[in-house]
């Protein structure tokens, strides 16, 4: 049977996995508002140029710039839901970190005590006699 410091030190890994890939998460979403903040720019300064091909897609560029912030408010919701979720699986990994070591604590403390036991079970047997008779008594 595994000690529970081992079991915990298995959760701990899974716990970092999973902390790991909602930080994926969030660097991808992070990524992709980015992105899309360029694109925002762009279409910015083609409703805003003096060019005679702008101007005639400028209501165009106006429906395409309110998609545009609405796909924007949706990455940052999904962002937000990223982030708090990076934070939560931190936490629980921290909790299980702080728990691993504890046990191993207690686990080390346990061993010390039960050597510290053994050597007093062999001193006792040394010096005790099986018999009285081997006392001479």
């Known amino acids: ?18 902390e790991r890939m909602a930080e994926s ?4 979403t992070t ?12 279409v910015v ?4 140029s003096a060019h005679p091909m702008h101007r005639m897609f400028s209501g165009h560029y106006a429906s395409q710039l309110g998609r545009l912030v609405q796909k924007d408010q949706m990455l940052l919701g999904i962002q937000q839901v990223h982030e708090s979720r990076m934070l939560k699986e931190r936490a629980k990994g921290d909790r299980l970190e702080e728990s691993m070591k504890d046990a ?16 007093i ?17």
Not at 2 to 17: D, F, G, I, Y
Not at 45 to 48: E, I, P, Y
Request: hydrophobic share 40%; net charge negative; aromatic share 0%.
């Open 1 to 18: 049977m595994k000690p529970r410091s081992e079991k915990l030190k298995r959760l701990v890994a899974v716990q970092r996995h999973l």
């Open 25 to 28: 998460e969030l660097v991808e």
């Open 31 to 42: 990524r992709q508002r980015a992105a899309l903040a360029e694109t925002i720019d762009a």
């Open 45 to 48: 300064d083609a409703m805003g």
């Open 104 to 119: 191993r604590v207690s686990e080390e403390r346990e061993a010390a005590d039960n050597s510290i036991l053994d050597l």
């Open 121 to 137: 079970d062999q001193h006792v047997s040394v010096d005790a006699p099986a018999s009285r008779k081997v006392d001479g008594r």
